[in-house]
């Protein structure tokens, strides 16, 4: 079975006739780029962000393609769906691009709603699931998803350094007579290769591929939806933890993605200091970004993780936050104001 095979059943897609898989050497941000670049040709695309890698993604476009605007939301707001279908109502939109986990702020943003939209307004709809695939449900078919890009290094867990794109066959089909705006990352080329010879445009990052087959192939043994069980398990005890510690996150629970939590900073806490006494004890956690820096931090769990490493890193940060000088906030656990 080859990659493109495996990862059309990570995908869980059920007409894999009507799918294929194209692997890039390149980080996330190259499938990204390789999709935006092949498929808006003179058409009008609409990108919905509510984040840094929503705003990425129409730096990208907007570097290829004249007709892109840009509906933004503030980081780590849900997206409105009323101002969304009222753009779509007053414009003439093609396509719609948007993250699907959006990794600044931890949340998983709904395909299912954007993509129902995007069959009412029979426009393309472009999915970036670099942090969200391996992780999450992601239903081309019923999202009505043209195509979508992810990463070998996240969710999927292999090495950075290769990145893939699932689309309907028709639509890869269909950029054959797409103008050509760049030449390593022409979907198109990708998509005639793998067909053609099975093989890629340049020469492919060998011992990467292999690891990522291999990855692949880690999650199909143990099955796409125990290993989407088992990386939710590890958010929810992850997050059972931090918030019997008084931690408080800057989204709901149950609009997060399953491999990352973001957390406020309690306001007696030094950011600085307390990651570098966390670093000191081999944790590293992520600072906040954009309007977020300096008021959050970021966790991730993916990866090998066990209730082992959820305890170590439990046990780390309740030892760091003793060290400073207030007690974190305390609602969720009176007991620990008497230590
Ligand atoms: C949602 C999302 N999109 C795109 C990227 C960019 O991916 P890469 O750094 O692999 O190019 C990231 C990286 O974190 C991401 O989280």
Redesign the pocket.
Known sequence: MSIEDKLLKLFEIRNTDNYRAVVIT?????A?ESILSSVVGDKNILILSNGE?GE??YNISKVHNKNTSLLKFDWGEIFDLEKIETYLKDNDVDIISM??????SGRLNSIEDIGALSRIYDTMFIV?????AGAEVIDLEKCNISFC?S?S??AIGSY?GT?FVIGKKDEFENLKNMPVKTTYLNLYKFYHFISSVSQTPNTPAVPLFFAFEQALLNILDEGVSNRHDHIHNMANLLRMGMKKMGLEFLINEDEMSSVLTTVHIPSHVDLELFKRRLKYKNIIIYDGKGPFKNKVFQVGNIGSITPIEIDFFLDAVKEVLQTFDTAPVLKHVPEFKKK
Not at 26 to 30: I, K, N
Not at 128 to 132: P, T
């Open positions: 390149g980080s996330g941000t190259a990204n890698f990425r993604l993250v699907h986990h959006e990794t600044s970036d699931c670099v942090s969200s890009s990463s290094s996240k950075p990145s």
